[in-house]
């Protein structure tokens, strides 16, 4: 069973950065695009970007591009996202899965609260 870890979520001003890491337990993991999705209280989980698994296929959500960006370290088993200029809408729980995503392989998520 894939185990996807997300780490790097935090409290941060309007404004502000984080990176969000997300780890994965499949050796095959470098064969899938892999995407970022998040999910506000009371909104279905969306989309927010997607990397194919060369690295290359990027996609971004239209609420987050010019700001997100998305990349992958495929020897590490790793998906990053570098979320800079953040605003208050952004606060979510920030999950990574494939794309289109196992539902047996969804992570606790990492938590990204924007606030002043």
């Known amino acids: 069973q894939v185990q996807l870890v997300e780490s790097g979520g935090g409290l941060v001003q309007p404004g502000g950065s984080l990176r969000l890491s997300c780890a994965s337990s499949?050796?095959?993991?470098?064969?899938?695009?892999m995407g970022w999705y998040r999910q506000s209280p009371g909104k279905q989980r969306g989309l927010v970007a997607s990397?194919?698994?060369?690295?290359?296929?990027?996609t971004y959500a239209d609420s987050v591009k010019g700001r997100f960006t998305i990349s992958r370290d495929n020897a590490k088993n790793t998906v990053y996202l570098q979320m800079n200029t953040l605003r208050t809408e952004d606060t979510a729980v920030y999950y990574c899965?494939?794309?289109?995503?196992?539902?047996?392989?969804w992570g606790q998520g990492t938590q990204v609260t924007v606030s002043s």
């Open positions: 899965n494939r794309k289109p995503p196992l539902s047996d392989a």
């Open positions: 499949e050796r095959i993991f470098r064969f899938y695009t």
């Open positions: 990397i194919v698994n060369g690295g290359g296929g990027i």
